[in-house]
Every structure is written in structure tokens, then in C-alpha cells.
């Protein structure tokens, strides 16, 4: 084994000391989403943005808070609401101390490239006009003003939206979903224990101050986007998970060729799209991400199973006449995929 | 010489009056014209007639030569009273010379009228049309009068009328059926040549042992053949491939390695086995995602072993059902 591999071996070794600090940093915080916050550092160590949705109070912004601040870095928060418009995000204007008119740089732009974590609280309730700024954020760290362009090299962008009201919101675009790298579902945990936790620890009470009583900036945030790339890298894929992996992303666009079936439901006609190849390169990462926190040097079907759904679901869209039931047939066709695909 | 002129003048005189005759005889008729008119008809029964009977006349009609039928001088197919339906009509050119044209006509009926007693009725009159350059003839062919009789049975004295054996209403009689004896046979000798033929492609291509063979019982014949090959590495990764198709047919589902536990949970007769089936697992997974290397003979062996053993736990299963 070369010397290069050896210091790649024990700084990967290093680093996932680093994730797991991480994650029992923000598992101490969060009680009962341990699979979600396993996710996210999967995400984190892929350099993904995350969506977070889920019913209103289970803790989806706490959760994104404890994460941005155990992450370290420049954090910025910032809420959706109807009236938002993209040069919120880019400057402001006021009347400075002189008396004067005077334009500053807005959220975004203020912490240069220091920024690591940009928190769009609510999502859903911003203009499409907002979306479509975040769209080239997203996808190019990167926004032009000023006439010049802002690098944002070490961003990740952590967004959430309540799926409950509907009043006054705005869909997401496929495009910008897309972009997103996970979304993740949040429920209440189930577990008695947990939820008498929740209803009767004081600990839990306030979240301001349960977000500051954990540990701030665990992992040296700026070292991230090349460990990202060590581990995908590092982390090997077989021939046979290679076509493991391939075939689950072709049965989930093309359920009725593998012979998937669905109750009541016409599989020829069920997926309209998604899964493209934005979609399948996050799968086959977070897979080689995963593998890497669960301390393996390959990729297993494991890996697929664990970060599937947060990886795929949001990226399929079906025929509008399944939309009324739209999340469980989107569910029986992933169960469908997993249970039907062999490997070998 | 005198005696043969005699004759000849005589037999002259003879020939002429021949002629004469002819001319006489024939002439009358070359002269007069050809009459129109109907010269042929069959019209059926016209009694004893039952709602629903089909009516059917049949017509021969003359006209001159120079005169042609026109078709939609024909009535329309359709209904011609409440009780009378004209199903169809049709004509066709059966002869024709210099002199005249024979036409057959033919009308189909159905009546539908349904009498309590015997009712006489008619088939009203029809006039068909032939045109000739700026001439026209008309045929009428007349109303045909025929008695209806009623749908209704005639109960004689004496004869129950109940439900009881001696009903008067029968059931009717069983349609005769065609012989097909002979057919019967081919088609059982064809039957059974095929069945043969296609248990003797099955047996060859194994799948009659298949479907008797548990899962495993089929992936032990499968590694067995393929470790006469072990030295190749693709016979290796087959043979795997063949114990984890066992799996998922036992499964009912693609399992993999961290669905093992539950697994076993839901198949409590391989619990014995579950280190094994957890070690085949770890194995596979080395093999086929990471190293990729061909398997030993005792690699081979382990799997055989495996596979005996859960085929062995399934038949007991089975057995115990």
C-alpha cells in the first residue's frame, strides 16, 4: 500500500471520529430522529443540501440549527414569507449614520466565503422568483451582484417547510427539488420513553437554549469539501453493486419493465420521471458516504437501502391522476424496487 | 320426262303453300307485341300463419325487351305496416332475348301481428316500374290476403293443463348432436402426443425437477455442478448468485444481509442456522463487493454444506405443515 493511501486511510480514519462526534452532538440535542440526523451527516459528508419537511413542531428547525452550529462556520437564517424578494438575499438598503443613502451587502453576500450553512426557514412560503435565485445558489455556489460574482465555496443549504398548511404557499419547482440532495420526512418519534422525554424533561422546553447547550463547530467545517471528495474516492463499488445500483434507478423510472407491481395501480403509466442523472450521482454518494460512516471500504445494497427514499422520493413524479395518493404510491413503488431488485 | 315435270311443278306448288302456311302461322305473332305482366309466382302458405313467420313471394314478371327494371320503383326495406316489416327485396334478370326480359322478383316479409283468434289479413299491392328510353310500364303485382293464426295453445279435454307429468306443455326436444367419435379420438392422440412431448422437453431442460425441488435442494445441484469449475472466478460468483436466489425464493422478496435477522424471525425453523446463513452473507459481500475473488473447493463445500442443511430444515418444515 503506497504512503498516499496510508494518510488517506488515516485521515478518512480521523474524520469519521470527527462525523460520529457530529452526530451524537446533534443526537444529544434531538430526540427520536436518529435515522434523519444519520442522513444528514451523509448529506453533509456528500456536500448535499438538505430539505427538511414535516408536520408543524416536530423539530425540523431545531434540528437544522443544532446541525448548522455543530457544523461550525458562518451561519445565516433567513424566513420565507410572501413579500420576500431575491435582492432580500443580496443587499440592503438603509440610511446609514451620515444621513446618507447607503446599500449593504444583504444575508447572503455579508459572510463572503466564510458562509457554511444558509437556513431558509419556511421555504414554501417564498416567491418562485426567490426559488429561482436559490436554484443558482444551490447549483453553482455562486450569485452574481454588484457586477461581480460571490464564491461561496463551503455552502450547504439547509431549507424546511411544513407540509400541513398550504394557504399562501408556493410549491416548490421540480428544478429546485432537485437540487436538493435529500429530502427528509420528520415525524414525532413513536417510542413512549422518547415522547415522555420530550413532554416532561425541562431540558427540552426551551430551544434556544437546548440548541446553545451543544457543542458549537465540531469539525473543521472548511476541510469538508475534500474529505467529501476523499471519500468518494476512497470508498470502492464493485461491478456487482455497480449494476445494483444501476438497475434500482431504472425500476424506479421504469417499474412495469422488472415487473413491479402496485395494487390498483398501472405501472406503465405510473412514473412520469425523475431519477435523472443528477438524481442517480447523489444516490451512488450518498451510498459511498454512507458506507464510509458505517466504517466499510465498499459499498453494500445496505447502503442503497439506508438512503434511498431521501434521495429519491422528492426526484419521482407520477401521473397527476395518482397525486391523491401520491406520497404512499411513491412509498409501495420504492418497497416495491427494494424488495423486487436482487444482488446479485 | 312429262311424269318429273309434273312432279316438280306439283311439289313447287306444295313448298309454297308450306311457306304460306309458315308466314300465316308466324307472322301473327312476330306482329303482335310482347305483353307485360306477371308469368311466374310462388307465394307459400297462406294460412296457419304465426307471429314472427317469415313471409317470403317469389315473382317472374315479363316486359318488352327495350324495357329495364328500376330499382327504386322496389318498396324500401322496412317496416310497411304496425304488424308488417319488409326485410327485404331484391330482383334480378333471369332471361332476356330481342323480343322480351324475364325478371325475378323476390320480397322477404315478416308479420308480427299476434291475433287472439284466426284473423285474415293482407299484403297490400306493390307496383314495380320499367322504363324504356321515353316509355314506361308499370307491373302491379297484387295483394295476397292470408289468415293469421294464434300463438296459443289448444288444451283438448281431459289433459291437465298443471305442472304435473301429463302437462300438455313439453319440453322441447334435445338438439341432435354431430358425431364426432372419430374426431374424439385424433384429437385425444394429438393431446396426449403433445403432453408427452412437452414433459420430455421439461425433464431434459430440468424444470420438472425444478418444481419438486425445495429452493435449496436446487441451488445445492446448481453449486455442485458448478464446482467442477472452481477455478474459474466467474463459477464462484454463480454459485453464490445461485444460493441467494434460494434465499429470495424463500423470502418471496430480494433479501440482503441486514434483512437477515428479521428473516429469521419470520422463518423460525432456520434459527439454528443463523450464524451460517450470517456467515454466507458476510462471504458473499466480501466476494461480490469487494475482492472478487475466485472461490477455494472449500468454499464450494461450505455452500454445498449450507444448501443440504436448509433444504433438509425445509422438507422437515414442509412436513410438519
Known sequence: MSNVAVNSDNLLHDWHQKAA????????????????????VVAIFCRGHILLEGDVGVGKTTLLRAAAESLGGDFERIEGTIDLMPHDL?????????GKPAVNEGPLLKHGQDLSIFFFNEINRARPQVHSLLLRVMAERSVSAFNKTFHFPHLQVFADRNRIEKDETFELPAAARDRFMMELHIKQPKAEDQLKELMFNTRYYDADKLVDSADKAVLPFNQLNEIAVMIQDQI????????????LCQALRRPQDYDIKISDIDTEKLVLGGMGPRGISYLARSARAHAWLKQRHTVTPEDFHAVIRAISKHRIFINPVYNYNGEAIIEELINGVLNTIPSP | MVVNSLLKHKMQKI?????????????????EEVRSGIVEQSLGRDFGILVG???EHYYVVQVPAAYSLTPASLPPSGEM???LQLLNSEYELIAENNQFRHYRLHFTFQTFYA???????????????????DKAEQITLPAWHFTMSPLKEIAPRGVASDSNQNAFMKADLRPKTIPISGLQQQVWILSLTLLGLLLIWMSLKGYFFAFTRSPFQQAFHQVKRLRKHHYEPSAFYQALQAVHLAFNRLAKQALFAHQVDTFVLQHAELKPYQQKIDDFYQLSTEVLYSEQKAGSLNDFDQLLQLCRQLAGVEKLALKKS
Open chain 1, 21 to 40: 462526534t457530529l452526530q451524537q452532538n446533534i443526537n444529544q440535542t434531538i430526540l427520536g430522529q436518529e435515522h434523519i440526523i444519520e442522513l444528514m
Open chain 1, 90 to 98: 443580496v443587499y440592503y438598503t438603509h440610511i446609514a449614520n451620515d
Open chain 1, 236 to 247: 470502492h463499488v464493485s461491478e456487482t453493486i455497480q449494476n445494483y445500483g444501476f438497475h
Open chain 2, 15 to 31: 313448298g309454297g303453300g308450306v311457306l304460306w302456311l309458315l308466314v300465316l302461322i308466324i307472322s301473327p305473332v312476330q306482329a
Open chain 2, 53 to 55: 313467420d317469415i313471409i
Open chain 2, 81 to 83: 305496416d304496425y304488424w
Open chain 2, 115 to 133: 291475433p287472439l283468434d284466426v284473423r285474415a289479413l293482407t299484403i297490400p299491392a306493390l307496383t314495380v316500374r320499367f322504363i324504356a328510353d
